[in-house]
């Protein structure tokens, strides 16, 4: 279980993006973070695993306070988190393969990553991984060939990779069209089922968020101000999180579904590519 207690974050300039934030995630659980640009999602997320340092409060993953560690227990913990990035964060000239690999640098020696001599069980598992996302024809193009899409398929397997026990994952669907979008949140949500992964999904799309997602938080100046059920994202607590506006075309109504639940997630490029000599 993750557990916040009073998280806070003032930066410099003196602007508080958090004021005190209390949640409390369950293993295997999905939530949505929603709310306006500036709301604090982005840094709520990377103070979990410290990429932004929190200014005060507690972040427990487990029994292990992640606010009082030092850097190298702070670099064993991260191996509990996979972080899955807006923007991919894909080394463009390496393969899809070494992208993933990448996920075990944290598991490997310096050396052995620098040569990029993984052991045949990391490996097996890439291979099973990209297999799972969709991608298992695709092991040797460089990522700057792949689609958004692909990318952001390739970023979940490298996350998965870590074998974490949570994934905090910023904005997955901000640059990709409706249907891939559909399909990337149906995966992550699948894997954390399968896998009993608990996922915080920083997330724009209301929308995607009620339809996936098994809890929604909202966000508004750095506070909490909904923590509830998909369901219970009605025009009223819009309003409290986002301000005035006519809501009524973004509420999912209820026993709406997922019209495409049932199509296989396909991108559209389907160059197969040998994979011989990596096997």
């Known amino acids: 279980m993750l557990r916040l207690e009073q998280l806070k974050k003032q930066y410099p300039t003196g602007d508080r993006a958090l004021k005190g934030v209390d949640l409390e995630v369950p293993k295997g659980q999905v939530m949505a973070l929603i709310g306006p640009s500036g709301a604090g999602k982005s840094t709520l997320i990377r103070c979990i695993n410290r990429l932004v340092e929190p200014s005060s409060g ?5 029994d292990v ?5 030092g850097h190298g227990a702070l670099r064993r913990q991260r191996r509990r988190m996979g972080m899955i990035f807006q923007e991919y964060a894909l080394v463009e000239r390496l393969s899809v393969m070494e992208n993933v690999l990448s996920g075990r640098l944290g598991y490997v020696g310096f050396w052995r990553s620098y040569f990029r001599k993984f052991p045949q069980s990391d490996i097996d598992e890439a291979f099973r991984l990209l297999e799972r996302v969709g991608l298992d024809h695709m092991v040797d193009k460089r990522a700057d060939e792949l689609s958004g899409g692909q990318r952001q398929r390739v970023g979940i397997a490298r996350a998965l990779i870590q074998n974490p026990e949570l994934l905090l ?4 669907t901000a640059s990709l ?3 891939t979008s559909r399909q990337i949140m149906r995966l992550i949500c699948e894997l954390c089922e399968e896998r009993q992964l608990a996922a915080i999904i920083n997330i724009h799309d209301v929308q995607l968020a009620q339809m996936f997602a098994q809890r929604i938080v909202g966000l508004q100046v750095g506070e909490v101000v909904y923590d509830g059920p998909p369901g219970g994202l009605d025009e009223d607590v819009l309003t409290r999180i ?28 389907t160059l197969v590519e040998s994979v011989d000599g990596l096997r």
């Open 242 to 269: 986002y301000g005035a506006e006519d809501w009524t075309a973004t509420i999912k109504r209820e026993g709406e579904g997922d019209a495409d639940a049932n199509l296989p997630p396909v991108d559209g490029d």
């Open 65 to 69: 306070d992640i606010t009082a560690i």
């Open 58 to 62: 507690r972040i427990a993953l487990g």
């Open 177 to 179: 069209d409706p249907k």
């Open 169 to 172: 994952v910023d904005e997955p």
